[in-house]
């Protein structure tokens, strides 16, 4: 099926702790982005990227890294998790002329203790 | 920098009445475009409608239709006949077009259909 991928779904983090969320589309899209969303804030931009090997921040990139060696696979990385990153994810990607046929991935909810 | 607000937090409508949701931006920019999407408590995130800031008619998608309020920066969603699978979080987005696939989202509205 095409779309945008999420791994995992949800996951549970102590303080300190690294791990990677993965995002993966199939639909050749060349731009591809990273959003969290915390209750009454909406979702907010973490980092983006335009085309493999191209990244950029966007609003709230501390804490995160990003890299994109495929057109394919955007993953996030969280280097030493905070409670304040818990929140729910989600992998975004659209043609890079304009987000009007853009596709979400499911969201991963993550959880820091 | 673009803003999108959203100031009602919560709404509740009726099953099978009409309920519109309110948003306002802020831009300097010409050309943009401007989302509602839906959101589930499976955390889905829905496209519900789309509107071009180009094209002066407003968007309309079955039981949703926008009004578009461009001189205003008024980007409202009516929901017709309300449903019971209509109940989510509803979020009004905004892009840019010079700013590639960037959005930015409102706050998000609540809405409970009652049966």
């Known amino acids: 099926n095409a779309g945008v991928t999420q791994t995992p779904k949800f996951q549970v983090l102590k303080t300190g702790q690294s791990m990677t969320l993965q995002c993966a589309q199939d639909?050749?899209?060349?731009?591809m982005s990273w959003y969290r969303q915390d209750p009454g804030m909406g979702l907010r931009l973490i980092h983006y990227?335009?085309?493999?090997?191209i990244t950029d921040q966007g609003e709230v990139p501390n804490g995160y890294n990003v890299s994109r060696s495929t057109t394919e696979d955007f993953p996030l990385r969280l280097l030493s998790a905070a409670p304040s990153q818990t929140s729910v994810y989600f992998c975004?990607?659209?043609?890079?002329?304009?987000w009007g046929r853009g596709f979400f991935g499911q969201g991963t909810r993550l959880t820091v203790v | 920098a673009q803003t999108v607000t959203q100031s009602q937090p919560e709404m509740s409508v009726q099953e099978a009445e009409t309920v519109t949701l309110s948003c306002t931006y802020d831009?300097?920019?010409?050309?943009?475009?401007l989302f509602w999407y839906k959101q589930p408590p499976s955390r889905q995130m829905i496209l519900v409608i789309r509107?071009?800031?180009?094209?002066?008619q407003n968007a309309t998608e079955n039981r949703f239709s926008v009004n578009f309020q461009k001189a205003a920066k008024s980007f409202s969603l009516k929901i017709s006949d309300s449903q019971l699978g209509d109940t989510a979080m509803y979020f009004c987005?905004?892009?840019?077009?010079?700013?590639?696939?960037?959005?930015?989202f409102g706050e998000g509205t609540q809405l409970t259909v009652n049966p």
């Open positions: 831009t300097s920019e010409n050309n943009y475009y």
């Open positions: 990227s335009v085309g493999a090997g």
């Open positions: 509107q071009e800031a180009y094209k002066q």
């Open positions: 975004a990607s659209s043609y890079r002329q304009g």
């Open positions: 639909m050749n899209h060349e731009y």
């Open positions: 987005a905004f892009n840019q077009e010079t700013s590639g696939s960037r959005l930015t």
